[in-house]
């Protein structure tokens, strides 16, 4: 089975704070996302890329940006976090072709203070 | 813009009651459609998924969905819920093309009382 790992659970940060996110998976999958969930919002898509050293905005990039150096692990960064970055955030892979959809990691629950 | 529409926000049924759950999206292309759902406390799992072929499509637990491509459609049911089947419920869709970015609706979060 593919994996998405995701490196926290949960994580409390301060207001100002630089927040790394990450997310490794192991199946050579070219494509990966990040996602923030909020209740009645459904996934909103953040950045994505689609190959090592490439990303593309999504729908809300605005306070966060992105870095993949490896193909295998796609980092979201908050510059300087706020209370409205708290969420669930979601990264997610699949291969090229598309086929099967999604592979999710378990998410990563961040509370800004 | 392509967008995905779950009409439903909040389903609360009773067990073994029937499941119907409305997904509508806005792409005239080539699609391939999905439903995931996500239980308490757990991470996105896909239920079930829709390439081509027979426009109905069977996932895991009892649950199934039909593709009516006129109506721009992809309806999750369920003939006998279980208290089990507690969660919330996304449908998304797959445009044609080379991003392989997924639309999600906005999720339909379902309650099965005993």
């Known amino acids: 089975d593919v994996k998405v790992t995701q490196s926290s659970r949960y994580l409390v940060k301060r207001t100002g704070e630089k927040v790394f996110l990450e997310c490794v998976q192991d199946m050579d999958h070219e494509n990966m996302f990040w996602y923030r969930q909020d209740p009645g919002l459904g996934l909103r898509l953040i950045y994505f890329s689609y190959d090592v050293k490439m990303k593309e905005k999504g729908d809300i990039p605005e306070g966060y940006s992105v870095s993949r150096e490896k193909k295998e692990r796609f980092s979201l960064i908050l510059e300087s976090a706020s209370t409205n970055q708290t969420s669930m955030y979601l990264c997610?892979?699949?291969?090229?072709?598309?086929?099967?959809?999604?592979?999710f990691g378990s998410g990563t629950r961040l509370t800004v203070v | 813009a392509q967008s995905v529409s779950q009409h439903n926000h909040h389903v609360i049924l009773s067990e073994a009651a029937s499941l119907e759950l409305g997904c509508n999206y806005s792409?005239?292309?080539?699609?391939?459609l999905f439903w995931y759902v996500q239980y308490p406390g757990q991470h996105l799992q896909l239920l079930l998924k829709y390439f081509s072929g027979d426009p109905l499509v069977k996932g895991i637990k009892g649950f199934e969905a039909e593709f009516i491509k006129s109506k721009f459609s992809f309806n999750l049911r369920k003939p006998s819920v279980q208290w089990s089947d507690t969660a919330e419920y996304f449908c998304?869709?797959?445009?044609?093309?080379?991003?392989?970015?997924?639309?999600f609706g906005t999720g339909t979060l379902l309650a099965v009382q005993p």
């Open positions: 792409y005239g292309g080539t699609v391939n």
């Open positions: 997610a892979s699949i291969t090229s072709g598309g086929g099967y959809g999604y592979t």
């Open positions: 998304a869709v797959l445009p044609g093309g080379a991003t392989n970015k997924l639309i």
